[in-house]
Every structure is written in structure tokens, then in C-alpha cells.
T-cell receptor, first 113, second 118 residues
Framework: GENVEQHPSTLSVQEGDSAVIKCTYS??????FPWYKQELGKGPQLIID?????GEKKDQRIAVTLNKTAKHFSLHITETQPEDSAVYFC????????????FGTGTRLKVLA | GAVVSQHPSWVICKSGTSVKIECRSL??????MFWYRQFPKQSLMLMAT?????????EQGVEKDKFLINHASLTLSTLTVTSAHPEDSSFYIC??????????????FGEGSRLTVL
């Protein structure tokens, strides 16, 4: 089955710097890759997603890139702010059955003021 | 984005009792909802897929008699933890997918329910 690996597990950056989180997946048939932000004690919130027919997608300070050949995708946050501090999860959608999502192990991002 | 409401947000119960958690899609209909469990500082573990009008599909290792799932309508799925024990204490999160055909909609999560079993 699908397996998603995520790195790094923790990341500290200075306010204003960029942060990059990387994920790899194993099932080449996966074709949808969302990113979620989870704040303490809350449910995950979708922040950006990308489908396999696109190589890059950007939404203001957040961007996601996808390399289908290498089976990896990355989240890029520019001009980080303290409120970006949270746990970020990547996921891959398994294109069969109910299209369940397999999540990465999460990255705890800390933006230092 | 779409709104998924989960209730209660936290619950404390005695060992041996049952607890029901509700998950509602407020502004869209969801034929499929998912239930996850999350331990502290860990990722989301898919427990089961809740299908409206049919039986839930459980992931390997998840006891279906322990975690009863009912998806009675297109906007409501419930998870009942039966005969709860301290090891069932966890953060339970539901999610629902918008859109029509599978893999075309987005997945939105509820705010989670923290269960503590004494």
C-alpha cells in the first residue's frame, strides 16, 4: 500500500525566512497531494493541494511543488511569520476504493520572532 | 472552505462506559466520512471509512465492535467507543470530502474530540 514519508520532523526558522518541508510517496498511482496545518488541540486545516497533472501551485506565501518521476512533493512557506508555527502534514490520496488519504508523520514548524 | 463540525470537543468518562462522538458536514453532503485517531505528537491514523447507508470499512487492526460507526445521513456520522478503557484515551478526528466523484473533492476535518477515560 501507499506509504508517505515526511522530513524534517521539526524545523525552526527565523521570522521572515523560508521553510521547506518535503514528502515522498511510494504509490506511483497516487494523484492528489494536499497539505494540512494543525494547531495545538485542533483538527487539521487544508492549506494547499496539488494534483498530479500540475508541477507547481502557489497561493500567496505558500507553494507546493510536485515531482512525479521522483515521487516527491514539497511545501514552501516564504516570509514566515510566528502564526505559521504549527504542525504540518502532507498526504497522498490512494486512487482506488474510497480514495482514502495516507498522511505523513508531520513536521513541527517553529517560527522564531 | 467547507465546514465539518465535531461534537463533543472533549469528553471525560469512566472506564467501562460508552461514548458517542458526532461528525456533521454543515454546508455540504458527504457520502463518505473518515475517522482518524491521533496520539500526542503523532500523525493521523485512519481508523475507518464511514459510508452513508452502508457498513463502515475498518482499517487493519481496528476493532469494529469497539469502535462502532454509523453514517445514517449524508451529513452525519457517529463514532461510538464502546466499553471504553484508559488505552482508548486519544484525540479522535473526523473528516468529510466535498464534491461528487471520488478524488475530486477536498477533505475537510472537524476540530477533533479529545477523549479521556478514567
Amino acid at each position: 500500500g501507499e506509504n508517505v514519508e515526511q522530513h524534517p520532523s521539526t524545523l525552526s526558522v527565523q521570522e521572515g525566512d523560508s521553510a521547506v518541508i518535503k514528502c515522498t510517496y511510494s504509490d506511483s498511482a497516487s494523484n492528489y497531494f494536499p497539505w494540512y496545518k494543525q494547531e495545538l488541540g485542533k483538527g487539521p486545516q487544508l492549506i494547499i493541494d496539488i494534483r498530479s497533472n500540475v508541477g507547481e501551485k502557489k497561493d500567496q506565501r505558500i507553494a507546493v511543488t510536485l515531482n512525479k518521476t521522483a515521487k516527491h512533493f514539497s511545501l514552501h512557506i516564504t516570509e514566515t511569520q510566528p502564526e505559521d508555527s504549527a504542525v504540518y502534514f502532507c498526504a497522498a490520496s490512494v486512487p482506488s476504493g474510497t480514495y482514502k488519504y495516507i498522511f505523513g508523520t508531520g513536521t513541527r514548524l517553529k517560527v522564531l520572532a | 472552505g467547507a465546514v465539518v463540525s465535531q461534537h463533543p470537543s472533549w469528553v471525560i468518562c469512566k472506564s467501562g462506559t460508552s461514548v458517542k462522538i458526532e461528525c456533521r458536514s454543515l454546508d455540504f453532503q458527504a457520502t463518505t466520512m473518515f475517522w482518524y485517531r491521533q496520539f500526542p505528537k503523532q500523525s493521523l491514523m485512519l481508523m475507518a471509512t464511514s459510508n452513508e447507508g452502508s457498513k463502515a470499512t475498518y482499517e487493519q487492526g481496528v476493532e469494529k465492535d469497539k469502535f462502532l460507526i454509523n453514517h445514517a445521513s449524508l451529513t452525519l456520522s457517529t463514532l461510538t467507543v464502546t466499553s471504553a478503557h484508559p488505552e482508548d484515551s486519544s484525540f479522535y478526528i473526523c473528516s468529510a470530502r466535498t464534491g461528487g466523484p471520488p478524488n475530486t473533492g477536498e477533505l475537510f476535518f472537524g476540530e477533533g474530540s479529545r477523549l479521556t477515560v478514567l
